[in-house]
């Protein structure tokens, strides 16, 4: 079976860092996803990672590493629309992306 | 543009009575997908279809059905609703020729049985 591992929630302060962190267990790796999902809302895109390493987007980055089976989500200037679930995703061998179960995310004033 | 739309958005069904989700998309998208999200359980997988006239089952596939006749539609059927399939139901598609296979989702279909 699959294993995605991320924190249950999260609080932030409005203009700080946050950094979300996921690991996984798959029967092999295609590449992952970060999803943002506000309240009542449908799921939407924020990044992607195959390789090794740190794609970056505005305020949002991602990080990648294979051998260790980690991501992170790292959220800059945070503002209080950021606040939201998180979701990482994972793409096994069998190509059927399969979510964790989410991290919701409170940002502060 | 429309992209993905999911009908009804709610629902309310008695136990044990039939019903169908429908969800249809306009970006021709190969791929197409159902899950249920349950609170502190996240999204999970319910059927797919890689390309339209074929389907497969994804991790809580028991109790649900699926057709893909064409490339658009890609409508989810309980047969015998029973309360453990009050969720929060989402279709998405993603093009599996393109660089990511992104997922779009519709905006969700939630369903209460009583």
């Known amino acids: 079976g699959q294993n995605i591992d991320q924190p249950t929630e999260m609080t932030a302060t409005e203009g700080a860092i946050v950094q979300i962190n996921c690991t996984y267990q798959?029967?092999?790796?295609?590449?992952l996803f970060w999803y943002q999902q506000h309240a009542g809302e449908a799921p939407t895109f924020l990044s992607y990672?195959?390789?090794?390493g740190l794609e970056e987007k505005g305020r949002f980055s991602s990080f990648l590493s294979r051998s260790k089976g980690y991501s992170y989500l790292l959220l800059k200037e945070l503002q209080m629309k950021d606040s939201a679930s998180y979701l990482c995703?994972?793409?096994?061998?069998?190509?059927?992306?399969?979510f964790g179960k989410g991290t919701k995310l409170s940002v502060i004033p | 543009t429309a992209g993905i739309t999911q009908a009804p958005t709610s629902q309310i069904l008695a136990a044990g009575r039939s019903m169908t989700l429908r969800c249809t998309q306009d970006?021709?998208?190969?791929?197409m997908y159902w899950y249920r999200q349950d609170l502190g359980l996240g999204l999970r997988l319910i059927h797919y279809?890689?390309?339209?006239?074929?389907?497969g089952k994804g991790e809580v596939p028991d109790g649900y059905s699926v057709s893909r006749a064409n490339t658009d539609d890609f409508p989810l059927t309980l047969a015998s609703a029973v309360p453990s399939q009050t969720s929060v139901y989402f279709c998405?598609?993603?093009?599996?020729?393109?660089?990511?296979?992104?997922?779009?989702f519709g905006e969700g279909s939630r369903l209460t049985v009583l």
């Open positions: 990672n195959v390789l090794d």
């Open positions: 998405a598609s993603s093009d599996s020729g393109g660089t990511t296979g992104e997922l779009f």
């Open positions: 279809s890689n390309t339209a006239g074929t389907t």
């Open positions: 995703a994972v793409i096994p061998e069998d190509y059927q992306l399969t």
């Open positions: 798959t029967s092999g790796f295609n590449g």
């Open positions: 970006m021709r998208h190969n791929a």
